[in-house]
Antibody, heavy 118, light 109 residues
């Protein structure tokens, strides 16, 4: 069974950094496209970025609001994908999910809450 | 890249059918057959309901179906049931990025 588990959320001040983790089981992260999506309180889903599988080139893509501040990386030995978030602003507040489509189904983690506030 | 356009709300009575639209552009919905639909109940993580425009994971009831015409994708829920009441989001691959719709709140009357 595929499971994605996010961790690393918390309360940070504007301008600070935070690193989120997405630990996978039941699949090999290097074989999958892993996306990050966030949801501000009471708002809709917003795509943040992705890392492609190794066979697709392993490249990353980012949404305009986070480009240049967020970095997605992958540790194959830990079977984990990371979201490094720098220069955080209040608009980055929300629940962050990692997700993937794998073998004709889609899998989401339970989400981790990031709060950016002074 | 702008978000995909969805109606904010939709409704239907039990047993009826309802269709939710998702309008994009020639750079996303109109260009790629990689439109997905997600269902989200309050306080829960979203669930994939439809992928690649028309495909359905085996765990999803066949009451849910997807289609696309031009720059507009659609999700149809047939035989509405109380548990279908939720928020629904479309998403489209757009090359280097993915774009989501603003979401539609489906109410089962």
């Amino acid at each position: 069974e595929v499971q994605l588990v996010e961790s690393g959320g918390g309360l940070v001040k504007p301008g600070e950094s935070l690193r989120l983790s997405c630990a996978a089981s039941g699949l090999t992260v290097s074989d999958a496209w892993i996306n990050w999506v966030r949801q501000a309180p009471g708002k809709g889903l917003e795509w943040v970025g992705r890392i492609k599988s190794k066979t697709s080139g392993g490249t990353m893509g980012y949404a305009a609001p986070v480009k240049g501040r967020f970095i997605i990386s992958r540790d194959d030995s830990e079977n984990t994908v990371y979201l490094q978030m720098n220069s955080l602003i209040s608009d980055d507040t929300g629940v962050y999910y990692c997700l993937t489509d794998y073998r004709d189904d889609g899998y989401w983690g339970q989400g981790t809450l990031v709060t950016v506030s002074s | 890249q702008s978000a995909l356009t969805q109606p904010p709300s939709a409704s239907g009575s039990p047993g009826q059918s309802v269709t939710i639209s998702c309008t994009g552009t020639s750079s996303d919905v109109g260009r790629y057959n990689f439109v997905s639909w997600y269902q989200q109940h309050p306080g829960k993580a979203p669930k994939l309901m439809i992928y690649e425009v028309t495909k359905r994971p085996s765990r999803v009831p066949d009451r849910f179906s997807g289609s696309k015409s031009g720059i507009t994708a659609s999700l149809t829920v047939s035989g509405l049931q109380a548990e279908d009441e939720a928020d629904y989001y479309c998403a489209s691959y757009a090359g280097s990025i993915t774009v989501f719709g603003g979401g539609t709140k489906l109410t089962v009357l």
